[in-house]
């Protein structure tokens, strides 16, 4: 047995160099690897071996194994095999996913045209192996076709190892129009990642002269810089309309679903994040740091686009970050502040971490106190901003807090929020007075007489948001969160700010259905799940209860489309509301992600 074994290899391998040089001989010797382990079935590693062999010294197939070799038994090397992570389709690669059908179906490409032979690349040798080397490779003149709901570019370009087959690329900050070059760097089974090295020809859409940031093309926080404003509204609004496509086809084929409405717009544009966590990675086996790590934000890819200088980030994974405009002033200045203090103290980190910065708004009364906590500059002096709120006639004190635990205060819509610095409050202040009002004004039982009950359920409270901002005129609130941290601060906010018919459940969403005791044709009630949207129970109890009114707020549009989908088709009371509207809210300008809102009236 042994003896057959090692003739079929010799022969295998013969029969594989005679292939090699009849076919391959001229060329590079990737493909006549490729075509080898495909069609034979060698394993790859044998073979390439005797193609190294034979490429030096253009011997046979026998000569290239060594004696020991043919009188000892082979054990024959296992073949890695590629696993397939489970991901939830609503999340981003999910996502990409059903956008790269859309775009195989608009090309009339099926998947197995498009499939990427990752077996080979993880069998390959090396990192630089000649599989690796094919498959990540630069690409020149790629026209990108359609732009994700990431962010990033898509476009169709030539298998460079199995003719006639075709690539799916992700080309991040390539926009629809644009002729570009790549650096393949990452295969997955359905699509290749790239970085973009150079736009050689412009989408008319694009406008670098938009551009504020100098990490931008690097930075993994923006993709959307280069856009003007209503371009990017705009492409918030088609996101929204493919998550529904995708997650919620059946409404769509029904004709069940409004038209998307515009996207409102931020009022501001940059300065508007509240929260930013720059972070440093320390590597591994190292006892003292001898030299600053990178302190700032993930690299998207691994990007020559832009300048590879330290001024320019930097190229390690986490850019080097002093400033980030879509920031507010003082979460700015918290960030050179710690910078600083980073800068004197790195070498005592043995492990990487997470700066928190998030800014803190007092109100200025005649009694109130003075800031003592938060971030400080060199010569221990709380940093502070002192800004006026003209609408309501109030003078505001800014500071940036770092202490996850520390009590940070909100001021919205005239109301004063406190939550733990650490816990989840919406990370853009200026649109919420704009969401607050169009969440009251869409819980609005239709043909309520003055006077008429009228009940709010809020489900995922938080610390109150949505509660507070929507009690005036209603009879009840009932608020249901999970953190017991953030029901303590709800019951604490709507108290100071004089608002007594807020109550605050801990517990999960459908905990509220054991205590609700509101008449359900007297009630509204406004969702605010996390990005994995709500679970089937919670639903299920929801459709039972059958308020007149619902408000759904989502981060994530493609699971609020799925559950409205299931809400509608899948509870026993879904086919009795229909949807009266949805629109995005654009919490985050030049980044891709938006707010959904849709609107369910019961009929
Ligand atoms: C997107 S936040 C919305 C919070 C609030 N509406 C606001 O705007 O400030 C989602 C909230 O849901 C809470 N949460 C997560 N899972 C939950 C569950 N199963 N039941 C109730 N609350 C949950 C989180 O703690 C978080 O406060």
Redesign the pocket.
Known sequence: MEHLDLIGTAMGLRVYNQVYYMLFGFIKRVPAVWFCERFFRFDLRIAKFSTMMAVEDGGSAKRSLSPSLLHKKTKKPKLKKYKAKKVDPTSPSGVLQFEINDLLAEHTLTEDQVKNDVSAILNDSSREGPVVQAYHREVQNVEVLKITSSGDGLGIIDNPVEEGKKQIVVIPFGLPGDIVRIKVFKTHPSYVESDLLEVTTKSEMRNDELIKCKYFGKCSGCQFQFLNYDNQLELKKKTIIRAFKHFAPRLVEEGLLPDVGDTIGSPLQYGYRTKLTPHFDVPRKVKSLEIKPPLGFGQKGRPRWRKDTIEQGGHASILDIEDCPIGTSIVNIGMQNERARFAEEFSKYKKGATILLRENTTVVTSSSEQQKEGSRDSTGKLSELKVRDDANDKTLIKTCVTNTRQVVTEYIDGYTFEFSAG????NNNSILPLVTKYVRENLQIPNSQPGQEHNLV??????G??SICSSKGVTRVIG????AD?VSFAQRNATANGVENCKFIV???EKLFESIDTPNDRTSVVL???RKGC?ELFLTQLAEYCPAKIVYIS?NVHSQARDVEYFLKNTNNGNRYKIESIRGFDFFPQTHHVEGVCVLTRI
């Open positions: 816990e989840f409050f919406q809020d489900a995922y409270c938080g610390s948001l949505f249901v969160e999970i953190s953030s517990g999960k969403a605010d799940p996390p679970d981060c």
